[in-house]
Every structure is written in structure tokens, then in C-alpha cells.
């Protein structure tokens, strides 16, 4: 009877570790995309501030990638961060409209790594 109540609790450790992660990765999703929002609403009115956000936002990006990088594979933030580098060189020049369309970019790759991350039948079969 023991090994069941033992086999349970690593069960219930287990659900509750991934289920954290995976609300660590949809905050940290959250918070980039609504970044990604502002920058692209300044790519549209070609405003100055483009470029201290997309800066704000690499900063950001720095901070939580080490998170990401327990959670999900190397991969796909590899090529998240190269795009992130692209956001001040093209706000820098005033690119509106390269910014405006990477910025689009990335906030569709973020939310398809979370989903990706995300139990789901399609990600299990």
C-alpha cells in the first residue's frame, strides 16, 4: 500500500512541476507578445519610440531565455533570438516596415513554441 501512496505523490510532483512550467512559459509568452503589440502599433505610426522598445524588449527577452531554455528546446529559441536582434537594427534606421513585419513574426513564433509546449492530443500522438 505504501508504493501506491509513493507512485501517487511522484504523480501528483510530476503534474504539478509541468504544470508550473507551463504557466512560467504562457507569462513569459504574454508578456513578449504584448511587448511585440507595442512595438508593432509604433512600426504602423512610425514612431520614434520604436527603437527604446524594441531595445526594452531584447533586454526582456535576455532575462527570461535562461527560463525558456529548461523548458523548451535550444532550437527554437535560437531562432527567436535572432529575430529579436533584427527589432533595434531595423527600428535604429527606422525600417517601419521591416519592423512592423518581424515584430509580426515573432509574436506568431512565440505562441507557436507555448503550443508547441502545451499538452494537447495533436502534441502527444
Known sequence: MKRLWIALALIVAINLASGWALYRIAGITEDLSGRLDQILKAAQQQDQNAQSLTEELLESWRAQEATLERYIHHEALD????????LPVYAGYGEYSALAAEAARLRELLWHTYEAERPSLGNIF
Open 79 to 86: 531562432l527567436i533570438t535572432g529575430e529579436m536582434a533584427r
